[in-house]
């Protein structure tokens, strides 16, 4: 198994930057594909982001392209979740997750999880 930590979640100003790191325990997370989500209150998870095994391929969501930036660093055993350009609507409690098979924007298809960073976007 392996156990994902979130971290650098918090409150930023809209237009303002974030970085949102992901880091695995137990297994190396290179055995992974690695995905992030979103939930904002009374709203269903939705997939942020994805990134294949190796970091050469991967994906975002329409509603942040442009804007945030998924990328992964093996030998630190994370990955990371680069957020630019804030937006209220982005505020969300944001999850990592990982995936033994490739990178997808199927929440059902990973197999770990973390807690989840809350991040708010508020003037």
């Known amino acids: 198994q392996v156990q994902l930590v979130e971290s650098g979640g918090g409150l930023v100003q809209p237009g303002g930057s974030l970085r949102l790191s992901c880091t695995a325990s137990g297994r190396t997370i290179s055995r992974y594909a690695v995905g992030w989500f979103r939930q904002a209150p009374g709203k269903e998870r939705e997939f942020v982001a994805a990134i294949s095994w190796t970091g050469s391929s991967t994906s975002t969501a329409d509603s942040v392209k442009g804007r945030f930036t998924i990328s992964r660093d093996n030998a630190k055993n994370t990955v990371y979740l680069q957020m630019s350009s804030l937006k209220p609507e982005d505020t969300a409690v944001y999850y990592c997750?990982?995936?033994?098979?490739?990178?997808?924007?199927?929440?059902?298809?990973?197999?770990?999880w973390g807690q989840g960073p809350q991040v708010t976007v508020s003037s």
């Open positions: 997750a990982a995936d033994s098979y490739g990178p997808t924007t199927k929440r059902a298809t990973y197999d770990y």
